[in-house]
């Protein structure tokens, strides 16, 4: 079947789209000495996580216990859970995992290493801690300092826990390569000064890890890091594409979808609202809209209801007409992926198998 | 157990306040003569299209023949797919219900009135058809008048499909009790208009459908109207509070999340983001953010990644701790509903069972 013969709505890759993305960062981490350890959080599929590791990734990251467990059960192995985790069902459930793997957890409070000690010791589990800092996005993570070296102190005197390194996420790294370089500075100092205090009380740190897509191709330029963990840049998006870190070439993913309806003058309507592309607006870039119709570039979605996309045909060279197939690449990617059960996998044009979004809908 | 037990980020439903919303709109359409189908895609569950058809609703409405297929299976009939459904799959899909159901489709083009008949005479079926006609949102429909009626014309005269009437949806009536009764004057005219185009031509018009849950109280203003299509009033949001047309008290759904993260000062990281609220803005009203919390009024959620909610605390008279459980009441609910794979449904304070959004993922 050709991928405009798909019933739509529907999400496709492009097969060698993502494996000539999966391989460039591979390379790009191995020339660096630097580990991989791809956040799945934007395929949510075991089959892609099984391509990374092919391609030396050390492990993988996952943002929740329910996506640790799937990762888990399709095989696979060495996974962080770059969040706070707090609960007592949800650590359970990862005490439970770190019997049989090898479990990271990043967190930065007393509170949730307690109760996540208190879990792994119940079931005589062991759980690897990476104690995060903030590296300037002023999301999580202390400030790097001696209030951070406290927290790894009493992370080792705590039973089951084992401190393994620190992490951060320089997600404040965005925007144009000056915006970014800027950023990349004020990262290269605090994972400096996190590194530095760690050094004056002579704790060793195992592993330092970093990175996020718009910024993993600079990883090399921040001393000290052991590991990056990109997730968008598999399939990458209009907001990855607007800050200069990836071609519109390769963008894997795409929203098929029909026109269905032209009655109103000067538009059309897609069969692709927020229900499928996800709301997320365009963050970077000249442009605004809901996504980029490859068929129609002139035409863009001005607008989204839940299921309904609408065109701005008045620029358009070419009337969209009802019946019309085309195809989107997405704003944000991660979000877009949330909304699929599947994912057609398309190759020079044609459907060549399905991937079940598994990890979808695992929310805690 | 308790509501602030659930492992987080969990969706909640209060039974009581959902069974009043759902009394209340019933006798509201019963009061008026009108016939209630609700817009199923807000909740996407079976167990309340069952407890609307209690209450007297006539059908249902959906927007997906996927949802369609939710709904027969679960033993529920007379649907209204309100969506122009363009595709041979899903036009086969679409006879094949009707072979044992009573379905509706809306439409507004030849194309798929076209298609559609072809998919269905196929099966030996027969499909129900509205057309659509645009009450002010310009979204689909056709202008009322002369092409209306052709449109009606051509369908009756296509094998397989039967022609019941007519449909619009007046989405644009919203915001302000003045912007919303200025809006609702235009659909009146609009109404109007449809039905004297048909009037003239001797043809009869069984069905006049429209309806939306801002606009829902009002429907009685609106002559002509046979039934009326409200989704978002069963479990209201902040969207519907800041229209006026519901009380904080009326908002049925929320969202139990847990703080994870105090480390940057100031703020406050709920395990909730925009993979369990959607990133849908607030769309109305003197706020913004991304939710009210219930339990931290003074404490706005500013920002939203995917897994992390942003709380400002600055303002905030208590601060919230590590652990702290607290429920939201998302900006938009069917947006929010649409991330989740069940719904706990809880009644005064205690969770008393569990459904399944069963209609999730369905988007075709």
């Known amino acids: ?6 019933s739509t709505p529907a999400l496709t890759v492009d097969a060698d789209v993502l494996d000539r993305n999966l391989r460039r960062m591979a390379d790009y981490c191995q020339s660096h000495s630097l580990g991989l350890r791809p956040h799945t959080k934007t395929h949510k599929i075991p089959e892609v996580a099984r391509l990374q590791v092919r391609y030396g990734a050390i492990g993988l990251t996952v943002a929740k216990v329910g996506e640790a467990e ?3 059960g399709a095989g696979l192995d060495n996974i962080l859970v770059a969040y706070p985790v707090m609960g007592p069902k949800k650590h359970e459930r990862l005490a439970a995992l770190a019997l049989n793997h090898s479990m990271l957890v990043s967190l930065d409070s007393e ?3 307690e109760a ?3 879990a792994a010791k119940q079931q005589s589990a062991t759980i690897g801690v990476l104690v995060e800092f903030d590296a300037g996005l002023g999301r999580c993570g202390l400030e790097p300092g001696p209030g951070l070296v406290d927290l790894a102190q009493k992370i080792m005197r705590l039973p089951s826990l084992r401190f393994r390194g620190l992490m951060c996420y320089p997600g404040q790294v965005s925007g144009s390569a000056e915006a970014r370089q800027r950023e990349i500075a004020r990262v290269v100092e605090k994972v400096e000064r996190a590194r530095a205090a760690f050094r004056q009380e002579q704790i060793p740190v195992e592993i330092v890890s970093a990175g996020s897509t718009p910024s993993a ?3 090399h330029l921040i001393p000290g890091l052991t590991e990056i963990r990109p997730g968008t840049y598999v399939y990458n998006d209009m907001n990855t594409f607007y800050q200069g870190a990836c071609a519109v070439e390769d963008c894997a993913a795409r929203v098929v979808t029909t026109v269905v309806s032209t009655a109103v003058a000067g538009g059309a309507i897609l069969d692709a ?3 499928t592309l996800s709301s997320d607006p365009l963050r970077f870039g000249p442009a605004s809209g809901y996504g980029y119709i490859v068929e129609a570039p002139d035409a863009p979605i001005v607008k989204l209801n839940e299921e309904h996309g609408y065109v701005d045909m008045r620029r358009a060279p070419r009337q969209l007409r009802v019946g019309d197939v085309v195809s989107i690449i997405p704003n944000h990617v991660c979000t877009c992926v949330n909304m699929h059960d599947e994912i057609f996998v398309v190759r ?5 198998r399905t991937w079940r979004v598994a990890a979808r ?3 805690r």
Do not use: N, P
Not at 348 to 352: R, S
């Open 70 to 72: 799937v990762m888990c």
């Open 273 to 275: 609202g927020s229900k």
């Open 217 to 219: 191709f600079q990883s």
């Open 1 to 6: 079947m050709r991928w405009d013969e798909l």
């Open 348 to 352: 020079q044009g044609m459907v060549e």
């Open 116 to 118: 996540l000690a208190s």
């Open 111 to 113: 509170t949730v290493a």
């Open 361 to 363: 809908g695992k929310i």
